[in-house]
């Protein structure tokens, strides 16, 4: 059983209703749309083909040249362009996107005690959702058209209303934190293991499978440093019992181990697993710090990491073990993680990235750009139990595409992968889809004004700033 979108798995017993969604809805139903005249990249194979998308009822039903629009099906001109899956992202926390430019050249348990959880702490309803909308705005300009996020420990619904607005696909959670064994988390993020269940009950009955399904719930206990046992089996129970995915963070930071192994008597990895918190509907995510019985672990579960090589590098966490990894079957996607940490949300910084980190140590040939892209598509539909959904472009898929511009200089000649993977950036998105739905054109984010967005998180920030110097950030 995995949490993705409702409709492929059995819905969550109190799932919140279809009809529910925002009045602002991914699609009509019998909507149609024809990208007509580009270049298309199809399948798991990434094979390029000159063909046409035509998409009904927000899914994939042709792919072939020529295709001849019909009546009243809406045509998208994407000559001279390359048509992509849409980014998937398996790890990112749009709640602390409003502190971005706050908290740099720190490590992680110092980032997280002297900055991350004050920030958290202060963000009011009003605050968060400024926060998410600005990150989703980010995101989908940057094409990428399904997350995974992490919220934080109070006012979760005003992140998913974001979400459900901004016509994303979104799995995401309430932070669940019940401990705190580094002495630096303010009271106002920690809660009663059995109060934070429930209230994470109570999400997932108002939000799984909202927006026909476009909305899905994962529960997101924070890391092992900040939750009892009694918390990560109570996690166990209901993830079991509700038949969702876990996310959470694994092995980090050499210090975050150091933690886990003195109060667990346990590796990080082998810890969660002894909580009953790994298998094929869990993402980990980082990863870095594992010794060999962890990997076999990982590997043994069918659980998925999400690597996310900006936050690891700017925090200086490590460099994650990933084509040891992969060898041994393990599923990797991408994440950006958060914007305090990276400081974008850009998918295609994460793959380059990725990509170049692991060369020096294991040749050129590693990670080339096909791979890249894989993991950034099919790789995190993957971890989110959605790759027979999303992450290819095949007939019978959702419509969750990406338009790049072949205008630009870097796509002007040679093979259109390695200009994809290394050279394209947000500003190479033309257009993006999310279910049929066309939620960026002409460079243009439609679901989320762009003047409005930025205002609103400007004056949020504003609003919490006289809590800033006790911190020593400058406002």
């Known amino acids: ?7 492929m798995f059995r819905r969550a017993s109190h799932a919140r209703s279809a009809s529910c969604g925002s009045p602002d809805r991914v699609r009509e139903r019998g909507h149609r749309v024809i990208l007509q005249g580009g270049r298309v990249l199809v399948g798991e194979s990434l094979r390029e083909e000159k063909a046409d998308i035509r998409i009904e009822d927000g899914r994939i039903a042709e792919v072939a040249p020529g295709l001849a629009p019909a009546s009243g099906e809406e045509v998208l001109d994407v000559r001279d362009t390359w048509v992509l899956p849409g980014f998937v992202q398996a790890h990112v926390h749009t709640c602390q996107t409003l502190f971005r430019n706050t908290a740099d050249d720190m490590e992680l348990l110092d980032w997280l005690g002297e900055r991350i959880w004050p920030f958290e702490a202060w963000l009011d309803e009003a605050a968060l959702e400024a926060s998410s909308r600005l990150g989703l705005y980010e995101l989908l300009a940057g094409g990428t058209t ?4 992490m919220a934080t420990v109070h006012h979760t619904d ?25 002495g630096r988390c303010p009271d106002g993020l920690l809660e009663e293991a059995r109060a934070a269940l429930d209230a994470t009950e109570r999400l997932i009955a108002r939000w799984h499978g909202a927006a026909d399904g476009r909305i899905a719930y994962a529960i997101a206990p924070r890391f092992a440093v900040s939750s009892t046992d009694e918390l990560l089996l109570g996690v166990a129970e209901l993830a079991a019992r509700m038949g ?14 150091e933690v886990v192994r003195r109060r667990t008597g346990h590796e990080n ?17 980082h990863c870095i710090h594992l010794n060999d019985e962890e990997i076999d672990l990982l590997a043994s579960t069918g659980s998925h990491v999400a690597h996310c090589p900006s936050s690891n590098l700017k925090l200086a966490s490590g460099v994650a073990r990933v084509p040891e990894l992969l060898d041994r079957g393990i599923n990797i996607a991408l994440g950006a993680d958060g914007a305090p940490c990276n400081n974008r949300l850009d998918a295609f910084k994460e793959m380059r990235l990725a990509s170049l980190i692991q060369k020096p140590l294991h040749g050129p040939k590693t990670l080339p750009a096909r791979k890249m892209l894989s993991m950034a598509t099919l790789h995190g539909a993957r971890a989110l139990g959605l790759d027979a959904e999303v992450g290819t472009i095949d007939v019978g898929k959702r419509a969750d595409l990406v338009v790049i511009d072949g205008a630009s200089p870097w796509m002007s000649t040679g093979d259109p992968l390695p200009a994809i993977v290394f050279a394209c950036g947000p500003e190479s998105v033309r257009d993006v889809l999310v279910e049929g739905r066309v939620v960026k054109r002409d460079f243009e984010v439609l679901t989320l004004p762009r003047v409005r967005v930025l205002r609103d998180a400007q004056n949020a920030f504003n609003r919490l700033a006289h809590h800033f110097p006790r911190i020593g950030v400058q406002s």
């Open 244 to 257: 969702l995915g876990v996310h959470t963070h694994a092995s980090e930071n050499v210090k975050e181990c």
């Open 269 to 285: 990895v082998l810890f969660l697993g002894k909580m009953g918190l790994l298998g094929p509907s869990s993402v980990l995510a």
């Open 1 to 7: 059983m995995r949490w993705a979108t409702v409709g």
């Open 158 to 182: 005003a992140v998913f209303q974001a979400a459900e607005d901004s016509g994303i696909r979104y799995v995401g959670g309430k932070c669940l934190m019940d401990f705190d064994d580094t």
């Open 146 to 149: 399904t997350i995974l996020d």
